[in-house]
């Protein structure tokens, strides 16, 4: 397989070590694995170790969980819509929750209830066990109709 060549590679994405959370290594590791190329022969091209590009891809991975965690932070604070659904609530009933807090605030949602269940639903984890959510859960929705889900 041949590896494609990282400066190419990065700026077809746009990648920008001065804006990034990731460094340089973590995003060119990252972008080879996005690739499905193996850690094996990303260590090779790099003249590196299997391991190293192991640890390089994980550190990467959790810098843009980071990312992603502090953006749907700095959403749900200025998202006109944020709901907590209760402990104990039916899974079912939640869109109409969703629904009639966005009716308060004039905000379109552009999700049909099942659509709104499985989003909760995953988003949720093991706060929603069959139908029945077990811990409170936070639902935001930003004025675009963006839902997000907060535990």
Request: hydrophobic share 40%; with cysteine.
């Amino acid at each position: 397989m041949t590896i494609p060549d990282a400066d190419e590679l990065l700026g077809e994405v746009g990648f920008d070590a001065e804006t990034s959370v990731l460094t340089r290594r973590q995003a060119e590791v990252f972008a080879l694995r996005e690739r499905d190329i193996p850690q094996a022969e990303i260590a090779e091209a790099l003249g590196t170790s299997r391991a190293n590009v192991s640890s390089v891809e994980s550190s990467a991975r959790e810098n843009i969980a980071k990312a992603k965690e502090t953006i749907a932070f700095a959403e749900a604070l200025t998202a006109p819509v944020r709901l907590t659904v209760e402990r104990g609530t039916d899974l079912y009933d939640v869109p109409n929750e969703v629904y009639s807090a966005c009716d308060d605030a004039d905000v379109k949602v552009n999700r049909t209830a099942p659509e709104l269940m499985k989003l909760i639903g995953d988003a949720a984890g093991d706060a929603i066990v069959g139908r029945e959510v077990r811990r409170d859960i936070t639902v935001t929705v930003t004025h675009d109709g963006r839902v997000t889900v907060r535990m």
